[in-house]
């Protein structure tokens, strides 16, 4: 049926059709549209939703104008109802977001632009029902055109206010019908909530006030008309006499001002009040007050809730019906102090998993209701999940919301990720919220050839501990596994070594999860880590620390129990890595997990690993990332590598800073797990030290205790340098180990800690210290000396690779060898005893370490006597001596059992050399050995009570020379002290006649003590002493080794920063390397 162009006209109207079709008819009256308007038969059949065959440019305004202003207009009901839907999208255009702006179009100014403005002005409405005037002119010519996402859909009306444009596009306004191209009154539907109501009730009371505005000199009777329709579009919305007039406060919302007349009353939309949000993720409860909040957006919450959009609310004034993401999304809205995601985007469009079964044993992940299977294989799944919510959620709370659920159909495998997000409601009552996304297995996000070592140290959490550190490599595997990234790394080191990956980053509090990701950081998932233990810190420990050039020792007082360090594993390993790379890998870049040997871990080698280290600049290195304590863990350790440190103690500061920084953080880490909240640190160092050694060195302890405790949570006490009771030498503290553990007297006594560098002495009698003193002769020189110059017996006793021994540095070959005494040196001493007959080269390097030993005991008779002659030392008679420290176990050496005691052969030689050494009469005074080699100075550092004196001794003793020397060009005489100016320029042994004394004796000993286990030189006959003229050769030899050692190791200058060894002990050790070199045949 064809449209009528209009419906037919009422029974008996006064309107005449005219007498010709297509001629135009003058009519005079101004009401002839109204007239027509209200002639028109609406129920006729035919087009009903508008009139618009008004011939005119402004037929469209017009006609609203006919249905609002004449009660009998034909379709007046829908034309109000539409003007209603405008005025409600103008109202409430911020609450809603509404994309609606304006701009003015002035008629006046634009008539001369172009033919239309030109006719639109000449054909402009007749004012008959205007609500305001412009000083007089025609309020027609100014109007505002109102634009949805920048398209017209319709204009400010002088008689209307608003007038909508025929079929204009308001998509996404809710109260406009797609289907009829037409606005609706939001009354219609469910399309405001309660609080809109209110809002758009008092601002159209605002509007309805301001037509009354005399200076706006709008027709009375229009004014009228258009008051009642708001007050009656104010009626049906109900009633809210508390709802305050709340107004935008943009004066050019819309772009533009609207303040022609009665429009200034729509110039201001109303203004949503703040409500609180119904999307807020409810985060953890130990999480509350740390973060953000964060708003979780998504179009599908209002039917998931069975809630209208307008009703939940989102952010501040704005709900999941005004929200338009896009602005969010560019940047065009932001929100303060608050964050959002679309709950799409907590989910990983990928799901990646490792083809292995519990491939991440120190990971978290949900429990399987069924196993997780791909290619009949069972997997483990990185979880596929935003890490933010990790910053929400603990890891317990997200695994106890998570589900993980198997499926499969035609296309293959699945996976399903379900998550219950609590959300914060309405009306204080939270509401679940439940997400899911649904991955395919695929082959290209299979993880097929192995994982990485990742692991997380210390594993606890502590008030105030703010030392964790992340460790990963790749296993060269490359782009066959994943990278990771830790969260909120402080400090993260990430390097390439080879072909493999490396990262070590440090964290100030313990990670919750850890980002897997790929070489072009793409994310591949999560590993959630479980929540450790946190402990309550309430103990204190008093901790010994013995720093030794081979090795160090740590004992711990607590409560008077008295014990070494457990060395507790603290590590959490997160991924099942390959064991035969991951133990290496932590040795060597990071920190071992156990420390070796596993049954006897303490002391610990003076070694540091640098490898992996930072390209910092000098002076700024950190612990661990470019020093770490190396466990050397076997006899297989090769140190002619450039990552290796040794020598920390005496002259390789940096390295002994890191060294001791990991040492006492790696404490604090123990500690903590013991519940300690407090160190009182007990320090030992050498006599030998000079003054700026000293000082150095307990500078050291104080700048790593005062960064321990910004950092750990634990008050570290640290001893001052000039605190005697918790800073000692370690002949101190080696003395009261003998006198308080093993509870021998010290009436009169001798201590002798026989370490790798130094050996300690102190000289006791009646409890009382009389004398100390560090000579640089120990384990080195008695014994490790005598292998670095013989490598071939080296080799065929220890069956060693050549390759790893020939061409290492002196030091280098020390620590190596130490390592290798330390794992088989019984061993090998008890098959080499065996034979000991038929073996010469044995025999010849036994001679070499009883002469050695044999002459520190010869040197310590010089100082009895010494001391005597001073009134020091009241008694004519030689001590008994108590032997420990890392080097004694040599002493086994020198017995055919391999096992020293109080019956062994050699205790005969060492009581002789006491005795020549001193002139005092040799009454076979026992040398008894320690029960714990190594561990007498830290542990006697942590001894409570005393009965020794002397302790808190603060005057250094001089060394006694033992043999003639020369400073500045002053002699002093073997039996006087080393004593000089501040500053020494020159230093030289002239004569050797001490030195060789002491060897005539030495052999003369064993002969007249007729010794089985010990033979006398070669060279030497019975009655007649060393041969004459090999005795003149070895003099020659030494005296000219022990000139080339003082040109190497003295140097001139300050006497604070010099170390002055005893001339005896020097030409001692002078004579050891030559009859080392001629014991090696070289």
């Given amino acids: 049926m064809a449209n009528l162009i209009l419906p037919k006209l009422k029974t008996g109207t006064d309107v005449r059709p005219p007498e010709k079709e297509g001629i135009w008819t003058s009519l005079e009256s101004k009401s002839a549209f109204q007239n027509v308007a209200s002639s028109l038969d609406y129920q006729a059949s035919g087009e009903t939703k508008s009139v618009s065959s008004v011939p005119t440019m402004w037929a469209r305004p017009l006609s609203i104008e006919m249905a609002l202003h004449n009660k009998s207009y034909p379709i007046r009901r829908e034309m109000v109802a539409q003007w209603q839907g405008m005025l409600a999208a103008v109202a409430l255009a911020e609450v809603r977001r509404f994309p609606l702006t304006a701009q003015l179009v002035d008629l006046n100014k634009l008539r001369q632009q172009n033919p239309f403005s030109r006719a639109l002005y000449e054909l402009l409405p007749n004012p008959v029902n205007v609500l305001y005037t412009l000083d007089g002119n025609n309020p027609w010519q100014e109007v505002y055109v109102f634009l949805w996402n920048n398209k017209p859909v319709g204009m400010t009306s002088p008689s209307t206010i608003v007038a909508s444009s025929e079929e204009g596009n308001w998509a996404g306004l809710p109260w406009w019908n797609q289907e009829t191209k037409c606005l609706e009154s939001p009354l219609g539907g469910n399309h405001l909530n309660e609080n809109e109501k209110a809002l758009l009730w008092r601002w159209l009371e605002n509007l309805s006030t301001s037509l009354h505005q005399s200076s706006y000199q709008g027709k009375p009777r229009a004014i009228d008309e258009i008051s009642g329709l708001i007050n009656e579009f104010r009626d049906k919305l109900g009633s809210y006499p508390n709802q305050a007039l709340s107004l935008s406060t943009n004066p050019q919302f819309f772009g533009v001002s609207l303040n022609r007349g009665v429009l200034n009353g729509i110039n201001y939309p109303a203004k949503a009040e703040a409500q609180p949000s119904n999307v807020k993720l409810i985060a953890s409860s130990s999480l509350v007050g740390k973060v953000p909040d964060l708003l979780i957006l998504d179009p599908d919450l209002a039917e998931a809730w069975g809630k209208s959009p307008q009703n939940i609310w989102i952010h501040q004034d704005q709900t999941l019906a005004s929200l338009r993401l896009e602005d969010l999304k560019t940047g065009k809205t932001i929100w303060q102090n608050v964050r959002w995601i679309e709950s799409k985007d907590l989910f990983l469009p990928e799901l990646t998993f490792i083809d292995t079964e519990d491939a991440l044993p120190g990971g978290y992940l949900p429990p399987e209701n069924q196993p997780l299977i791909f290619n009949k294989k069972r997997i483990t799944p990185l979880l596929p999940l935003n890490n933010i919510l990790l910053e929400y959620f603990t890891p317990e709370d997200l695994i106890r919301r998570l589900n993980v659920t198997p499926l499969n159909s035609s296309e293959g495998a699945f996976i399903r990720i379900e998550l219950d997000l609590p959300l914060s409601g309405s009306n204080n009552q939270p509401q679940n919220y439940r997400i899911y996304r649904d991955y395919l297995l695929k082959e290209e996000n299979a993880l097929s050839d192995g994982v990485p070592i990742l692991e997380v140290w210390p594993h606890f959490q502590a008030q105030g501990w703010q030392e964790y550190y992340g460790f990963y490599y790749d296993a060269a595997l490359g782009e066959e596994t994943f990278q990771v990234s830790f969260p909120q790394a402080k400090e993260p080191h990430v390097f390439q070594q080879g072909r493999g990956n490396y990262q070590l980053t440090r964290l100030d509090q313990y990670p919750n999860h850890i980002l897997c990701q790929s070489q072009t950081r793409q994310p591949y998932g999560l590993i959630l880590l479980k929540t450790p233990p946190r402990i309550d810190l309430t103990g204190s420990w008093r901790v010994g620390i013995d720093f030794g050039t081979s090795f160090t020792n740590i004992y711990v007082n607590r409560r008077g129990t008295i014990e070494p360090l457990s060395l507790e594993t603290l590590h959490h390993k997160v991924t099942e890595a390959d064991i035969e790379t991951r133990t290496p890998v932590l040795f060597e870049y990071f920190i071992p997990e156990n420390f070796l040997p596993s049954e006897k871990p303490l002391p610990l080698s003076s070694i540091l690993t640098t490898r992996g280290r930072t390209n910092c600049a000098e002076g700024k290195e950190r612990v661990l990332f470019d020093g770490r304590i190396f466990n050397v863990g076997s006899d297989s350790f090769k140190n002619n590598v450039d990552w290796i440190e040794i020598d920390l103690k005496w002259d390789n500061f940096v390295p002994n800073r890191l060294f001791l920084e990991h040492l006492a953080l790696h404490i604090s880490a123990i500690a903590i797990s013991k519940g300690i909240q407090e160190i009182q640190w007990c320090l030992s160092y050498p006599s030998a030290f000079s003054k700026g050694d000293l000082r150095r060195y307990a500078r050291t302890w104080q700048d790593i205790t005062d960064k321990l405790n910004a950092s750990t949570g634990i008050k570290h006490i640290c001893p001052e340098q000039d605190n005697l009771n918790y800073f000692r030498t370690e002949s101190l503290a080696f003395a009261q180990y003998f006198a308080d553990r093993e509870e021998y007297n010290l009436v009169r006594s001798t201590c002798i800690d026989i370490g790798g560098g130094t050996s300690d002495i102190s000289i006791w009698e009646n409890n009382e210290l009389i004398h100390q003193c560090s000579v640089r002769l120990a384990g080195r020189q008695l014994i490790s000396q005598l292998f670095e110059v013989n490598i071939d017996f080296l080799c065929k006793s220890f069956q060693v690779d050549p390759g790893s021994w020939k061409g290492l540095k ?273």
């Fill in 810 to 1082: 002196q030091e280098r070959f020390y620590a190596q060898f130490d390592n290798l005494l330390r794992s088989r040196s019984e061993e090998w001493l008890r098959d080499k005893i065996k034979n000991f007959d038929k073996d010469s080269e044995f025999q010849g390097l036994v001679r070499l370490i009883a002469l050695g030993t044999a002459g520190l005991y010869y040197y310590v008779g010089i100082l009895l006597k010494v001391l005597h002659a001073e009134g020091k030392y009241s008694a004519d008679e030689i001590t008994p001596t108590y032997v420990g420290g890392n080097g004694s176990r040599l002493l086994n050496w020198l017995d055919n059992s391999g096992t020293f005691d109080r019956n062994s052969g050699i205790n005969e030689l060492f009581s002789y050399m006491l005795s020549r050494g001193s002139g005092f009469e040799d009454t076979e005074e026992l040398t008894r050995l320690s029960q714990k080699p190594k561990d007498e100075v830290a542990c006697g550092l942590v001894l409570n009570d005393t009965r020794l004196k002397g302790l808190t001794k603060k005057q250094r003793d001089p060394l006694i020379a033992g043999e003639v020397c020369q400073i500045n060009g002053e002699t002093i005489e073997y039996d006087s002290r080393l004593e000089w100016e501040d500053t020494i320029k020159d230093f030289k042994i002239p004569e050797l006649s001490q030195l060789f004394t002491f060897v005539d004796e030495f052999n003369l000993g064993i002969q007249e003590l007729e010794l089985e286990d010990i033979k006398p030189m070669p060279q030497h006959q019975r009655g007649k002493g060393l041969n004459a003229e090999y005795k003149a050769k070895l003099y020659r030899d030494t005296k000219r080794e022990l000139d080339a050692m003082l040109l190497k190791e003295f140097k001139k200058g300050d006497a604070e920063d010099i170390r002055l060894d005893a001339p005896f002990i020097l030409s001692l050790k002078a004579l050891l390397k030559v009859l080392a070199m001629e014991w090696a045949d070289k």
